[in-house]
């Protein structure tokens, strides 16, 4: 089909070409096509030779920006666009300076984020850990997880078919103690062969757990970690076969695993878990994936078999399995999804560190009008003024980078190394910065390059030339630049965003912190004591524990103070279900939950909780006397709305056991002894004589001159028991810390994340409205020798500067309160309601305002303060 | 023999603009080639040819006048040079005694 003579070729195709190609060529390669495309007009229909048209012109466009990125590599113009970019950025050091710090500190956050979450979810230190995987009974209502029962555990053994090994472990956290040292509870598990099978670790001396340690009846044996060999052996060889007694049992050592296994999670003894495994047993499982076999496939074959597995307490209408890559099980996929939600808002101080460079450069490439107008129009064309201005923008991010991976392996290494002396620092974490961290500070690093440089030179090589050159550089002001104030608008929109977000985050987070001072900590010692059940057999045994304890410490003329707790104050503890005698419920369910604290006589006294109506425990409250409880001011005001609790009759149920009845014979002021959000936290105290805790912590504080606390525990604990070991030996000081390191950490890491947001925002104003009001010299001048007075430059200059910030705010404030109870419910866990606290939204907008009225304050002042003479002069 | 390769693509340019002798443009070369060779030769492709082989110093470009049938724009005509000249027949040489080696049997 001919066509028309008259078709015209695509212009846009056109355009394309003579933005590409050097003007000098374009006329003749665009005579060729369009003779070309003419011709095939003639034999075609019109739509086939523009389709012709466009074909030849990606050719030709793909080619000739390929010929001018290799120019640019090859010709030199490289290094002389880098010298100059270089020589500008060394002229304005305060720029440079404030451009690099502000990226530097935006990208810290992101990359510091990025790197917890790489360091926590590291694959495992395994052969091809992607087939590790963890096996989970699923609550199908709930969706929550659980470990299965022996039972099943076997039946999946027996036909395990999908999994190259399958094994089964349970934590089992005993004191261990050997040859030449002494009691010690360090982190165990029990692991059938199967584990050690799954997970392909090699001992550093000895042999694994096999098969026939699992045997019913083997002798016992255990594998120790390097790091527990170098401590309890001194890496003697002799190790192996060394015996080592963990509760009731002796194990003989045959292996040394690796310093850097510690499955499944910071272990370091590992016994067997023996056949034929209980079938009520709870166990977690772990397997290797056959080759070949993906996690949904073995899933779907283990929830189709669950039916056939004739366990008795499983319904697979209410039960499923979950398959999960081991480390993603570990650390709770929900984990995952927060931890990337909270990267994406740290995320946010980029962008706006970003925005701030970004108006920075734009800002001075708006004076520089005359300039590049003057390059344009020598021949140089857009792109060799954009080109210095990108690699200026690209020299102030990379250096923005190194600081924000500097800054991000800082704050990695100083987590790493908290978590590691907690003993809590799963093994599979790698600190060391990963190459995807890297990927992600590069890529930051390009997105700045982008937002604050590219953006800005291709906003000011759009100029009309004539115009340009014919004005001289009168400079601009703020709202003469639109891009400008978008860009201060964005900037102080996403401030107020992050600062709201980050102070209800804070709240929360302080919320939890104990107040200090509230109760005595100085110079209190703590300690752990468990008592086996292997050794302590029943409640006779138990109570003579602890009262020989508390007679030996009430003699010993060392020892000022001491108490037995289920928790100390500051520290957190178990609540129990709780019925008001008259009060009833139609299901136990439905009982209400109270924080329940068993505690010796002494306790109130020691830590200065004054008993305000009626009176604190004696030890005429043993054992074979009724039941008395003590409550304290917060109970009473939420369990009795204020009125006396004395003679009350509380039963108390701890799980699935039958209900206690207690008396209350006593109130407690206890201000700031434990607290949560902020709000003191409703509590029951019972006496330690009747109740049967195998498990409590001692506090002790010793009189001047007298050994230290620790001493007289030890010797004490000793003497009564020598097989006991002292766990958790902390100060109630380092307690109250370690309870409030949650909370600090948050509120710390949100707290600065807000500040540093705030003083972004601040510091991209000042720079911005400070440059715009120097280049306007002139036109202040003019104002002021028409008569302006200084108050009317003042506020002239204020309103400019601060009219984007007006603007940014309302469209932050109004983002933040559709956004924070998300934010506030899916990242924080905190209550929505408390989303649109009245007080974060009132107190951030004062805040960003005051901080712009500073920003803008000064380069006001100096405005008004213009001497027109000097300034038309200076023109 | 230079520093140049001649490539497969760009000796049939040559051959087209020496035979086209004073009409070697983009639109006559691609046609040519195209007929020679009997396949779609893309525009582009011969244009960025001429226009590497002209780095090469192989050919010679000339701006040509307006004319109305390249949207009035100036055409550029291309000559071989001397240069070019030389190492086209060092090609020929080449491939004739290369195909010498082989005798009959190909056909």
Known sequence: MRTSPDARPPRRAEQLLERIVERAEVDTLLADLDEGFTRRCRVDSSVRARRWYWRQTLILAVAFAGIRIRNVFTSGALLLDTRRAVRSLRRSPGLTLAAVGTLGLGMSAPSAAFGIISAMFSPLPVEEPDRVVAVDLLDRESGRTFAASGSIYSAWQARPDGFEALGAYDDHDQAVSGPGFSPVRVPSVRVTPGVLEVLRVEPVLGRTLTESDAA??????????????????????????????????VFTVVGIMPASFGFPEA??????????????????????????????????????????LG?????????????????????????????????????????????????????????????????????GGRWAVIRPLGIEAFIVSALGAGIGVFGAQ??????????????????????????????????????????????????????????????????????????????????????????????????????????????????????????EPFAYEDTAARRAFWSGLKERLDGDPGVAAHTLASAMPGDGTSDAWIAIEGTS????????????????????????????????????????SPGVAVVNDAWVDEQLGGASPLGLVVHVRERDAEPVSYEIVGQVRDDGVSVDDGERVAALFLPVAQRDPERLRIAVTSRPGAPEPLETLTAAISSIDPALPLDRVMTLEALVRRENDGGRVMGLLFGSLGLAALLLAIVGLHGVVAFSTSQRRHAIGVMRALGATETTVLADVLGRGLRPVGIGLAVGLAVSWSLTPVVSRELLAEAEARAHDPLVFGLVPLLLLSGAVLAVVRPALSASRVDPVAALKAE | MGRYILGEFEHLVLLAVLQLRDDAYGVSVT???????????????????????????????????????????????YSVTAEGRTRLAHAQSTLRSMWSAIGEELS
């Not at chain 1, 495994?277 to 772990?286: G, K, L």
């Not at chain 2, 009997?38 to 525009?43: C, P, S, T």
């Open chain 1, 216 to 249: 019913p009846g083997a002798p016992r044996t255990a594998l120790i970690r390097e790091d527990l060999w170098d401590d309890w052996f001194d890496r003697r060889p002799d190790a192996l076969g060394a015996e080592i007694t963990m509760g009731p049992d």
């Open chain 1, 267 to 308: 272990h370091q003894v590992w016994t067997t878990l023996r056949s034929p495994i209980d079938d009520y047993a709870q166990v977690d499982v772990i397997g290797r994936l056959a080759d070949g076999r993906s996690i949904e496939a073995v899933e779907t074959r283990l929830i189709g078999s669950l039916g056939a």
């Open chain 1, 311 to 379: 366990d008795s307490t499983i319904d697979p209408a209410h039960t499923s399995v979950e398959v999960e890559e081991f480390v993603v099980a570990q650390q709770g996929r929900r984990t995952l999804t927060l931890l990337w939600g909270l990267n994406l808002l740290v995320g946010l101080l980029v962008v706006i560190a970003a925005a701030n460079v970004s108006a920075l450069f734009l800002a001075r490439g708006l004076t520089r009008t005359s300039e590049t107008a003057l390059r344009m129009s020598t021949g």
């Open chain 1, 410 to 531: 800082a704050i990695v290494g100083w987590m790493g190394a908290t978590l590691e002396a907690r003993g809590t620092l799963p093994y599979w974490a790698d600190l060391e910065p990963s190459p995807g961290l890297l990927a992600f500070a590069l890529t930051l690093m390009l997105g700045a390059t982008v937002v604050a440089g590219v953006i800005p030179a291709i906003r000011t090589t759009r100029v009309d030339l004539a115009d340009a050159l014919k004005r001289d550089s009168r400079g601009t002001s703020i709202d003469r630049a639109p891009l400008l104030s978008t860009l201060v608008g964005v900037e102080v929109a996403l401030a107020c965003v992050l600062l709201v977000t980050s102070t209800v985050a804070v709240r929360g987070a302080l919320g939890t912190i104990q107040k200090a001072g509230a109760f005595p900590t100085e110079g209190v010692l703590t300690a752990e004591l468990f008592l």
């Open chain 1, 585 to 624: 419920w139609d299901r136990a369910e439905d009982w209400p939950r109270s924080q329940r604290r068993v505690v010796e006589t002494g306790f109130f006294d020691m830590f200065d909780m004054e008993i305000s109506a009626g009176r604190a425990f004696t030890d005429a409250d043993g054992p074979d």
């Open chain 2, 31 to 77: 046609e040519l080639l195209s007929e020679q060779t009997d396949q779609d030769v893309a525009q582009a492709a011969v244009y960025l040819t001429l226009r590497r082989l002209e780095k090469k110093g192989w050919l010679e470009g000339h701006t040509a006048a307006r004319s109305p049938s390249s949207g009035g724009r100036p055409r550029k005509t």
